[in-house]
């Protein structure tokens, strides 16, 4: 399916966003003036994350996240989402309405779909290579680290998945938008496996909110919400978290990114102290 809008006339030229290090990004107009978005992935060491997201896209028909309408290569046309993140609402509305929207999203995004599961997405065990590449670096130089607990936790989780399902990957504050359609998820990776994992990055957000992701009363809280969404227990949600933590702390390791990491791992203790009373 080949990507199709409008480029006659000064008022149709594709409207430059945003370029990310995935991806430049247009506003365009569809042949019938509807508005659309059109992401140009870039060539980077990671773009079969976002392939595997359109695959994703695909398969939810547009329940729940924008619908992916036609595909081009390495692009891709989407849906118009809207302009409104569910950061703004966090900021005029307060941290439990995001929390609560981001619930809603999340029932949406784990309703069953209609057809087979894509064989593209990327298995849930492969995703964590890189915590237990470090777990095994830590636990062979005799450092009892973080990373270490937080494997066994993984492994444990990926042994006894509470289901498996597609997930979206990479579900946060900027990848939830208030549109023509309500509220929907952009921006996948397209990952398989427990719906506990969608949950996880939650707490970790927003990026410049410390203050929030640190805080043992909004842990809580968020367990308490996405627990009863995914019809988990909050101390598997936690346990999600804590391993989600330390992968994305592995891979800010990897990258030499020591502030990233070291922050990372700030709030993977501080959901694993909130596990402890669970």
């Known amino acids: 399916m080949r990507l ?27 042949e019938d003036g509807s508005p659309a978005i059109v992401k140009a992935l870039k060539p980077f060491d990671d773009v079969a994350d ?31 989402a809207g302009e409104t993140l569910l950061q703004q609402v966090l900021g005029e509305q307060g941290d439990n309405a995001a929390t609560a929207i981001a ?14 599961f894509p064989a593209e997405l990327h298995p ?16 062979d130089g005799g450092h009892d680290s973080l990373y270490v607990e937080a494997a066994q936790i993984a492994d444990r989780l990926l042994a006894d998945p509470h289901d498996i399902m597609p997930l979206h990957g990479d579900l946060h504050h900027d990848n939830i938008l208030h ?7 952009i921006d996948p990776k397209g990952v398989l496996g427990d719906p506990g994992f969608d949950a996880a990055n939650m707490f970790y957000n927003p990026l410049d909110r410390d203050d929030l992701c640190l805080d043992p009363e909004r842990i809580a809280d968020m367990a308490e919400v996405f627990a009863k969404t995914l019809g988990q227990a909050p101390s598997a949600i936690l346990d999600h978290g804590i391993a989600y933590g330390c992968l994305s702390a592995s891979w800010h390791h990897e990258d030499d990114n020591a502030l990233e990491e070291n922050r990372e791992l700030s709030i993977a203790a501080a959901v694993r102290a909130v596990r402890s009373n669970f």
């Open 124 to 139: 849930l065990r492969e995703r964590f290579a890189s915590l237990f590449r470090k777990a095994a670096s830590d636990r």
């Open 4 to 30: 199709s809008f409008r480029r006659a006339g000064r008022s149709a030229r594709p409207n430059f966003i945003a370029e990310t290090f995935s991806s430049r990004i247009w506003k365009v107009r569809r």
């Open 103 to 116: 619930a809603d999203v999340m029932a949406k995004l784990f309703s069953p779909g209609k057809d087979p």
């Open 50 to 80: 976002e392939l595997r997201g359109e695959h994703y896209l695909a398969w939810r028909r547009g329940d729940g996240a924008v619908r992916l309408l036609g595909r081009d290569g390495h692009s891709m046309l989407l849906e118009y």
């Open 179 to 185: 549109g023509p359609r309500g509220r929907l998820a």
